[in-house]
């Protein structure tokens, strides 16, 4: 089972591995864009033959009571950071949501982005083709489309900063002028003034003693811990505590 799973890119190493081993049984994605869990479905199938797929269209905050239950050992998998985007209060109400899914011989397969050096965080947040800067904007023109909102993504430049406190980075927007949106599905006008921000999203970074303290707070103990030659990245395995 995967949480947001989009495309499964990521998962293929690991499906390729229990195709291999003869434990590939059943994929459940897990996603809020049907589109993509139909084609996910549809391409795994065919790559991998006899491979069920039960696709969950929704938010994995609220609708994983839909799941299937698991038809054997089962792996749940939290790829690619996403943990972070969640303050801890709510980091940690996602998890316990998590452990109720798990039973014996269950585990969470889950990467994290690890505290390192400030300024190789902000110049990756920053990066100098400005494609983090046009994945920022981008929640305006999601705005646009999906509330009718009137928003020009050129009214705002793109800001990434480390929070020392906190240990995460901060994305913003901030506005180039001074002017007034209205969010039309809402009759909403959002005024800002010149050099005014909004946070758009927060990427924590973590150490392995904060990650413990969030799993041992929702249930779930550490059984395996993963990094990269660098220790830049962490990729852990974790199950129900005893």
């Given at each position: 089972m995967e ?5 499964a ?7 390729d ?7 590939l049984?059943r ?7 049907e589109?993509?869990?139909r ?8 790559e ?6 039960h ?6 905050e ?17 790829l690619?950071g996403?943990?972070g985007n969640?303050p ?6 996602v998890l316990r949501?998590i452990?109720?899914?798990l039973g014996?011989g ?5 990467g ?5 050096d ?5 110049a990756?947040?920053d990066?100098?083709?400005?494609l ?12 646009n489309r999906?509330?009718d909102?009137?928003f020009?993504?050129?009214d705002f430049?793109?800001?990434?900063l ?6 995460w ?5 901030r506005a180039r ?11 909403l ?11 758009t ?8 003693q904060r ?6 707070a929702?249930?779930?103990e550490?059984?395996?811990w993963l990094?990269?030659?660098e220790?830049?990245?962490a990729?852990t ?6």
């Open positions: 949480l947001g799973s989009g495309t890119a990521k998962t293929r190493v690991l499906l591995a229990l195709h291999e081993t003869g434990t049984v994929y459940v994605p897990v996603d809020v864009t589109r993509m869990v084609a996910c479905a549809e391409q795994l199938t065919e991998y033959p006899g491979l069920q797929v696709g969950v269209i929704g938010d994995f609220r609708h994983l009571d839909q799941v299937p239950p698991a038809v054997g050992p089962r792996i749940v998998a939290f690619g996403t943990i969640f801890p209060g709510s980091r940690r109400r949501t452990r109720a899914l014996d269950d585990h969470l397969l889950m994290t982005d690890l505290v390192k400030p300024e190789i965080l902000e990756a947040y990066d100098a083709q400005g983090t800067a046009e994945f920022n904007r981008n929640v305006l023109r999601v705005l999906e509330l909102a009137g020009d993504p050129h430049e793109h800001v990434a480390f929070d020392r406190e906190h240990e980075i901060e994305m913003r927007l002028r001074a002017h007034t949106t209205l969010v039309r599905a809402l009759d006008p959002v005024h800002f003034e010149a050099g005014e921000e909004m946070r999203e927060i990427s924590a970074k973590f150490t392995r990650l413990q303290g969030d799993l041992a929702a249930g779930l550490l059984v395996r990094t990269d030659a220790e830049q990245f990729l395995l974790s199950a129900r505590a005893r």
